[in-house]
């Protein structure tokens, strides 16, 4: 079984301004939990999937936020030294 993570920014019209992140990691099957006495070592597994998806998907998410910010610091910039020229 899988578990997916998204993450997406948007401005206040709900347009996508940075390219979604999707990550996805294995998590333990339904009959992986193996009962009461193990309930906590199972989830365990699955809440150390679920961090990892979710550190990674952040990662990469704010790494292609940084890069868009810088595309348009950078377009910004040369569009003001044009104007002042």
């Keep these: 079984m899988k578990m997916e993570i998204n993450v997406r920014f ?40 679920a961090l990892e998806a979710r550190n990674s998907a952040s990662k990469i998410a704010i790494e292609e936020y940084l890069a868009e910010l810088s595309k348009k610091k950078r377009m910004t910039e040369q569009a003001s030294k044009k104007s002042t020229k």
């Design 10 to 49: 948007t401005d206040n019209e709900d347009n996508e301004v940075v390219k979604p992140v999707t990550v996805d990691v294995d998590v333990p099957d339904f009959d992986e939990f193996r009962g009461p006495n193990s309930f906590l070592e199972d989830f365990d597994v699955l809440e150390k999937a």
